[in-house]
């Protein structure tokens, strides 16, 4: 019997596979369908900074400065008994999931700036979440901010919040940070427990009929894994931190390769939407039967083993491969006959 079993988070999971933060960690019905199709854990979806503070600056003007705004008018509102807010409707929902869950249940804090709202990381914690995931969706538009500048708004940012947790916090990463091994050691020096690689940010793109923005937001295909397995790889064995990755995890091989480099878990998002629930028994299966035929009896014996823990020079292998991988090009198409 081969034991699948990982350690995340400091959390002992039955198996690697994890659906990440999304539609499907949002209702009661569909987490319970993840968990009993084999999911070891569940991310929940993720509270937005953005909500918690709209509902601040809402409550605060309406409480504690009555006399701003409609002036006399507001002064009559009081927050009605059934009013609830995204973080209330929130903290419900978590509790409800964890209450009829018996895998660990991560709850997913969302933002960028360093305005306190990462305290409410504190209410999630009381509401049962086993572990949070800090996901800072930052796009480094900004002509006035050095790297240095963005990598410290994490740091920043983790370190507020394990101020008011006790429970292991791990962060969502971009994949563009000019150094992302040396950053990953900042966070490890500033108390985080894990990383994620990567977040999948959105790309807008231009209508040529109405010269406008489309926003729209796809499911991703396994091509997107190997940014991931690369870094992962990188990182296996160099840091403590527990290492997650997510964006393109489709198939069997998928997870293989990426317990290979090292990952401890592999999310999933994109292939549970199109394939259901049933993709995380058949990828369980299909690893189980993998790891059998090649003589593996465990997940924690298999992972890592391709990652480049015992590369001396990272940066020379990547090179080498580089050139080589230039060199070996051939012409698939016809047309320069
Ligand atoms: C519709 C949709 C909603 C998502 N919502 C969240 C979210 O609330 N918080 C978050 O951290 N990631 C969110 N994600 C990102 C996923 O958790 C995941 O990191 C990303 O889709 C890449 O993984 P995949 O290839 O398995 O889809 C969302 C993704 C999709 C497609």
């Known amino acids: 019997m081969i034991d699948l079993s990982t350690s995340y988070l400091g959390l002992t999971l039955k198996n690697?596979?994890?659906?990440s933060a999304g539609p499907l960690t949002r209702s009661l019905d569909s987490v319970k369908r993840l968990e009993?199709?084999?999911a070891s854990a569940v991310v929940m979806y993720s509270l937005f900074e953005e909500e918690l503070l709209k509902e601040e600056r809402m409550l605060d003007r309406f409480i504690t400065n009555p006399s701003l705004?409609?002036?006399e008018a507001d002064s009559f509102f009081t927050p009605h008994p059934n009013y609830k807010s995204g973080l209330d409707a929130y903290l419900e929902q978590l509790s409800k999931?964890?209450?009829s869950l018996s895998i660990p249940v991560i709850a997913s804090l969302?933002?960028?700036t360093a305005s306190g709202w990462v305290a409410h990381g504190k209410e999630l914690q009381a509401a049962g979440a086993d572990a949070l995931e800090l996901?800072?969706?930052y796009v480094a538009a900004d002509f006035n901010q050095s790297a240095a500048d963005v990598e410290a708004r994490y740091v920043n940012l983790l370190k507020s919040l394990k101020q008011h947790v006790s429970i292991p916090v791990t962060m969502k990463l971009s994949s563009q940070f000019t150094s992302l091994p040396h950053f990953v050691k900042q966070l490890e020096a500033a108390g985080a427990d894990g990383v994620s690689v990567f977040n999948r940010f959105y790309q807008p793109d231009i209508d040529l009929e109405t010269l406008g923005l489309t926003d729209k937001i796809g499911v991703t295909s396994s091509k997107e894994l190997l940014i991931r397995m690369r870094w992962i790889a990188v990182l296996f064995g160099k840091v403590k931190l527990s290492l997650a990755a997510t964006g393109g995890v489709h198939t069997r091989d998928d997870v293989l390769k990426l317990l290979l480099a090292g990952a401890d878990v592999t999310h999933l998002c994109s292939g549970l939407l199109l394939q259901g629930p049933e993709l995380i028994g058949q990828l369980l299966d299909g690893?189980?039967?993998w790891m059998e035929r090649?003589?593996?009896?465990?997940?924690?014996?298999l992972k890592g083993s391709l990652s480049q823990q015992h590369s001396s020079d990272p940066v020379a292998f990547a090179r080498e491969s580089y050139i080589r991988v230039l060199d070996s090009y051939t012409p698939v198409t016809k047309a320069w006959q």
């Open 287 to 289: 690893v189980s039967a």
């Open 294 to 301: 090649r003589e593996y009896e465990s997940v924690a014996q």
């Open 69 to 71: 705004g409609h002036g």
């Open 16 to 19: 690697p596979l994890v659906p």
């Open 135 to 137: 996901n800072v969706y």
């Open 110 to 112: 969302n933002g960028v």
């Open 36 to 38: 009993d199709a084999g």
């Open 97 to 99: 999931i964890k209450a």
